[in-house]
């Protein structure tokens, strides 16, 4: 968490909102991107696939995700090798230099989960 933080905060991911709405739809901005999609969830696992798109037109790929909730707070994390392909497509798209450093760090984890813990706002 501490490797990751530097980069989290110059990405902008530090201030990353996601807002889910009833209807599975769900969007993840950040201070550069905004990224869009579908939430289902999985019937056998019970984990959560997310299905982004970037500019709400460009497929960008989907992913496992693994909700923890906790009061307020919910970690929502994903498979390493995954979170570097979305990072690495966001980046391209939004043209931020940062995502090379954060993506080279989360090549070292192979095989582990990293993400985002983020507070309820009413």
Do not use: C, H, W
């Not at 289902?40 to 299905?51: A, L, M, Q």
């Not at 909700?67 to 966001?90: H, P, S, Y």
């Not at 939004?94 to 450093?101: A, R």
């Amino acid at each position: 968490e501490a490797k990751l933080a530097p980069y989290y905060k110059t990405a902008g991911l530090t201030s990353l909102v996601m807002t889910i709405n009833a209807d599975s739809t769900f969007t993840f901005k950040a201070r550069m991107i905004t990224l869009n999609g579908t939430i289902t969830r999985d019937s056998e696992s019970g984990n959560f696939i997310f299905n982004f798109k970037a500019f709400k037109k460009i497929k960008v790929g989907s992913m496992e995700g693994f909700i923890v909730m906790n009061g307020n707070r919910m970690e929502l994390t994903f498979d390493v090798t995954k979170l570097m392909t979305l990072v690495e497509k966001a980046g391209s798209l939004s043209g931020n230099s940062t995502i090379k450093g954060l993506t080279a760090i989360l090549q070292q984890y192979d095989g582990m989960t990293a993400g985002f813990e983020l507070q309820r706002q009413d």
